[in-house]
């Protein structure tokens, strides 16, 4: 596919207030032009139709027209592009506008803010998403640019100029680097099948995870050392452990006499204890019985007093829960009195808010339509208006004060009506309180009566309350149970006090052996931990010597897959070059350390890029748009800046619009004079 630029149109677009050009309908179209007439300004123009941004892929740049220093407002900053698609036109525009409002409580318009639309053969399209859907069908973003301009390519990343030559080659298979370098054979033997090796990663990925793993193997094997004399260190002092042993055993049986002596004394005298325990206790028992027994005959001589009083309470609490309601129905009294306080409070400042309404309301309608000055006027130029102009202004200028005027007074009608149901609402609060205060006061009365009739019966019953029965009765009962207890307290002092045998010195011994055998504890579990250090340091120098393996193994898988790796890449630059005629690159460069970097270099017949003319930066750029328009199958038109510098371009299937700079008077056949003034 080819896409052909036919015209390109510039309105109030940096600078060109108006500007068309026409390209050559074939071959090259040459642009000529002084320094800052405006020739960049058309690769911007071209790029901003397509993309939205300028030839260096900016967003934001000065779009605008400015005449005098200042912006000229409230008009369109167009491009029109015109293209020819295989004998198909195409004509994509963009226009850039300023948006302008009147902002709330002003007379006069302001700046609001921009917006963009999008037309694409004359037709708008409602978003840019469409738009850029449209246009991404024939050419994409990136390939536009790649396509479009000479630079574009090598001022890129070098991952992202290696993406795109990637892009143009029939990729290199892991099986072919195999095949063409026998020497990776070993890999194979020292790590198994690639295709097992990798599982759908790529090599580059593998050679990361390699070097991940021979850095934790040598951190590993660094660390080992240090463990080793730790443990070192820790080694306790040798000693006979098992002569230790038998210490420790004489030792415990020692102490087992020793025990077995204190249990028997312990024992006779917890048989002893035993029986006082149990006399004391039936003893105790016996004194609960007889006390049960003279509390059961004191409440049956005190029956009628016990209810005289149980009334008395009964009538006390009864009065003090009628006490306890009067001082509530006190309290919620004074606070609805503070309530009705406040709500007429409200009342009163609703009063004077409606008041304040009303006043507002008279003055609304008294307000009159006057012509604003300023409005009689162009805000551009400030010309008077003419009649008929001025007529139209007038009567918009009034129908919006007659519409404006109409909602504040509708604004202020609902908001009286409003204040006028709050006012309403606060009144009925008030009455609401009143009622309940008269009612709470009524019951108030009739609470008081009643708590005059309790402690009036309350008095009654303490007058004829009997008296209460304190000593101690006797009975039958009482007397036998104080002879079992006299009986029993007789037999417990004939016992006598508790049995004691003095057991400090087979403590003191017990204590003296107990501290042996925690020493000997002590020194015979430094053999087990003797025993471990020597297995660890046994454990830690077989592992020191299984990594030590492992990371040569590791060293030469490392070395194998950058091996892997240049090999496949150079197999893939024969291949990309073979594409190009002056430019050829490479992506291999050394390091100062030894180790290899991977990059994108690009030679022009022999001479780094960096240091190639322009001239030769430009047919090397051709050259790289010639293989993508060959690898993509479609062809756009480019534009070359500082063509002047070139005496002969590469050729290119693509139409190309050559920017020169003028010089002198002469200018090659058939170029487009571009005048210094044509730009404002």
């Known amino acids: 596919m080819e896409l052909r630029l036919q015209t390109l149109t510039l309105d109030y677009f940096k600078g060109a207030q108006h500007q068309r050009i026409e390209m050559k309908p074939q071959g090259d ?86 917006e963009t639309r999008y037309f694409i053969d004359g037709l708008e399209k409602k978003t840019k998403r469409e738009f850029d859907t449209e246009l991404s069908a024939i050419v994409g973003e990136e390939d536009f640019r790649l396509l479009s301009d000479v630079t574009y390519f090598f001022n890129l990343t070098p991952e992202d100029q290696k993406r795109l030559l990637f892009s143009l080659v029939r990729p290199v298979t892991n099986d072919d680097v195999m095949s063409y370098e026998p020497r990776l054979g070993e890999l194979t033997e020292l790590a198994g099948e690639l295709s097992e090796i990798l599982k759908g990663k790529t090599i580059e990925v593998y050679r990361k995870e390699v070097n991940e793993a021979r850095n934790t193997l040598k951190k590993d094997l660094e660390g080992i050392p240090v463990k080793i004399a730790t443990k070192q260190e820790d080694m306790p002092e040798v000693e006979d452990w098992e002569q230790l042993e038998k210490d420790r055993a004489a030792a415990l049986e020692r102490r087992q006499e020793i025990d077995n002596e204190l249990a028997d004394i312990a024992s006779r005298e917890k048989a002893s204890n035993d029986r006082r325990v149990a006399l004391q206790k039936k003893i105790g028992d016996k004194r609960i019985e007889l006390a049960n027994e003279q509390n059961r005959l004191r409440e049956a001589a005190n029956t009628k007093r016990t209810e005289v009083l149980a009334s008395i309470r009964e009538l006390e609490q009864e009065a003090a829960q009628k006490r306890r309601t009067v001082e509530d129905n006190t309290k919620t009294i004074i606070e609805r009195r503070s309530a009705i306080e406040r709500h007429q409070k409200e009342v009163n400042r609703l009063g004077s808010e409606m008041d304040a309404l009303r006043d507002e309301y008279y003055k609304i ?35 919006r004060f007659n519409e404006d005027k109409s909602r504040r007074l509708n604004a202020n009608k609902t908001k009286g009506a409003s204040l006028k149901q709050a006012q309403a609402n606060e009144n009925q609060y008030i009455a609401d309180y009143n009622d309940e205060i008269a009612e709470l006061e009524e019951g108030i009365k009739v609470l008081n009566g009643n708590i005059a009739t309790i402690d009036t019966d309350i008095a009654h019953l303490r007058e004829t309350l009997p ?91 490392a070395d194998l897959v950058d091996m892997f790796i240049k090999t ?54 051709l050259d790289v748009i010639n293989a993508f328009c060959r690898a993509k199958g479609i062809n756009i038109p480019i534009f070359i800046d500082n063509a002047e510098s070139v005496q002969e371009f590469l050729p290119t299937d693509s139409q190309k619009i050559l920017l020169y700079v003028r010089q002198g008077e002469e200018m090659p056949d058939g170029a487009v004079l571009l005048a210094s003034d044509a730009l404002k």
Request: proline share 3%.
């Open 365 to 399: 309608s008294a307000e009159q339509f006057v012509m604003p000055q300023n409005e009689t006027v162009c805000p551009t130029c400030l010309r008077p208006l003419e009649v008929g102009e001025l007529t139209s202004k007038e009567a918009t200028l009034r129908e």
């Open 467 to 557: 008296d209460e029965v304190t000593e101690a009765p006797t009975s039958p009962t009482t007397k036998a149970i104080e002879g079992e207890v006299a009986d029993m307290e007789r037999e417990f002092a004939a016992m006598g006090g508790e049995e004691h045998t003095d057991t400090a010195d087979l403590k003191s011994r017990k204590s003296a052996i107990d501290a042996t055998v925690s020493d000997l504890d002590r020194r015979i579990a430094n053999h087990d931990h003797y025993r471990r250090i020597q297995g660890s340091i046994g454990e830690l120098k077989e592992k020191q010597r299984a990594i030590n393996k492992e990371l040569a193994k590791a060293d030469k898988v």
């Open 568 to 621: 496949k890449d150079a197999m893939i630059v024969e291949r990309i070059n073979a594409l190009f005629q002056v430019a050829k690159f490479s992506f291999l460069s050394q390091r100062l350390n030894g180790k290899d970097n991977i990059t994108c270099a690009c030679t022009v017949n022999g001479v780094d890029y960096k240091d190639v003319n322009n001239a030769g930066r430009i047919n090397a750029g």
């Open 29 to 114: 179209t040459v642009i000529v032009g002084d320094n800052r007439s405006g020739k960049t300004t058309l690769f911007d123009a071209y790029a901003f139709a397509w993309t939205g941004k300028d030839s260096l892929g900016r967003k934001e740049f000065g779009i605008k027209t400015k005449v005098g220093g200042e912006a000229v407002h409230g008009c369109d900053h167009t491009v029109t592009a015109e293209f020819d698609v295989d004998g198909r036109p195409l004509t994509v525009c963009r226009v850039y506008r300023e948006v302008w409002s009147r902002p709330s409580g002003s007379e006069t318009d302001a700046l609001t803010g921009h």
